[in-house]
């Protein structure tokens, strides 16, 4: 059985009472916390939300593709206000230019010099929103701070905050004026998520939430950026066995293998594969990555990163078949 099946750590606190529950450490609190504050705001999406982190605990970037309203925007502010960083929201146009991401350096006829200021790229939590509409021109601007966590500008290198995390959204079935992301910007997103259309009863909960204000609105940071840095470097210490280890290595090399894949996912996948599963095991108070971490997050870590012949797509072969089949054919370590 997958984890995400079981019962979340968030709907079944510890008690002190409970002499044998295991400890909550203060990495998975500032877990649980988080995951606390979004799920008053996003309702229904435990396990969207809890992927979520995992790629933010883990160090990558989330891409959220799903229909309009169904709730993309509100998670990344939810996220945002949950923590006590700094927050930078994009809303991505076709006329936007890379100096309105990265910034700029502007002449001051005071001094005669040219001075730098800052885009909006330097933040603890950057919002590109409908991340699609820009043109590739634009899209490529994050591309190195993405991957280095640094920018380089009129010449020089700059360093971005060690809190860095990019969650981008986009919609799938709108196609004017949108410029899809290539292979090398989907690359550099640790996840891929939808969150789908609410069961009725957690969409008429939505509304009677939303009947005076909305939810955002009542929500205050609970953790700070030190906290959220004490909980990475947590996940980087949870134990990954050889096994596991070559486990992943199988998944990611399957999929370049596999009839109908044009390119399959990268080193980098691997890399995105481990550590999301590493944050997952710290979630659930476990000292190492099991099976059915990776079996999890497999797919939203894997199928976005993959690129398929047309006649595979017409066959009806999707992305996301192929990492599932991938997954009942590699052997699954015992």
Known sequence: M??????????????EGNRDAPKVTPPQE???????TICQVIRGQDATVRRVLAA???????????????????????????????????QFTPDLLPSDILGVAIFHQSNGEFRFHEGPVFTNILLADEINRASPRTQSALLEAMA?????????RRVLPELFFVIAT????????????????????ALQLDLGYLPPEEESAMLAA??????????????TVSEVLALRRAVQDVRVSDEIRRYMVELVAATRKTAGVRLGASPRASLALMKTSQALALFAGMECVTPDHVQEI??????????????????GQSQRSVVEDVLRQVPTPA
Do not use: W
């Not at 500032?30 to 606390?36: A, N």
């Not at 280095?148 to 020089?156: F, I, K, P, R």
């Not at 497999?298 to 066959?315: G, I, K, N, T, W």
């Open 2 to 15: 997958l984890i995400g099946a079981t019962s979340d750590p968030v709907s079944n606190p510890q008690t």
């Open 30 to 36: 500032t877990y649980l916390r988080l995951h606390r």
């Open 56 to 90: 933010f605990a883990s160090g990558g970037h989330v891409l959220l593709n799903d229909y309009p309203g169904t709730g993309k925007t509100t998670l990344a502010k939810a996220l945002a206000r949950a923590i006590a960083a700094q927050f930078t929201r994009i």
């Open 148 to 156: 280095e966590g640094q920018v380089s500008v009129e010449g020089q």
């Open 170 to 189: 986009q919609n799938p079935i709108e196609f004017r004026g949108t410029y899809p992301l290539p292979e090398a910007q989907m690359d550099r997103f």
């Open 210 to 223: 939303q009947m005076r204000d909305h939810p955002l609105d009542r929500i205050s940071a609970c953790t």
């Open 298 to 315: 497999a797919v939203p870590v894997l199928a976005h990163r993959l690129v398929l012949d047309p006649q595979a797509q017409y066959s």
